[in-house]
Nanobody
């Protein structure tokens, strides 16, 4: 099975922006959801944003400080998904993973329901 290919991570100062892009492999053609997860050392991987396919409905954590600053969208031309991150804060720092799920019972916030993953891209926000 192929893996998601992520790009766009890097280091920025607080208040800056980054755009993360991700392309799904052919094996994820029948995907029902694509999402981004963040992981920091010692903590579980957490959902940041997701988009269901083909409805296009997007989801973000209700209690997330990122709400209103992050926007996920489909990149249909490249069979992928884009995460636009604005007004970045130091607490946004982490490894960001793109994932796709070929399961109809996917839960956008639950990483165990996603079956195709990328290797991750590091985002570092300095104060």
């Amino acid at each position: 099975q192929g893996q998601m290919e992520e790009s766009g991570g890097g280091s920025v100062e607080a208040g800056g922006s980054l755009t993360l892009s991700c392309v799904a492999p052919p094996s994820a053609y029948s995907k029902h959801c694509m999402g981004w997860f963040r992981q920091v050392p010692g903590k579980a991987r957490e959902g940041v944003a997701a988009v269901y396919i083909p409805s296009g409905r997007t989801y973000y954590p209700n209690d997330s400080a990122a709400k209103g600053r992050f926007t996920i969208s489909q990149d249909t031309a490249n069979n992928g998904v884009i995460l636009q991150m604005n007004n970045l804060k130091p607490e946004d720092t982490g490894m960001y993973f793109c994932a796709a799920s070929t399961s109809r019972s996917v839960l956008w916030y639950n990483p165990t329901t996603f079956d195709v993953w990328g290797q991750g891209t590091q985002v570092t926000v300095s104060s």
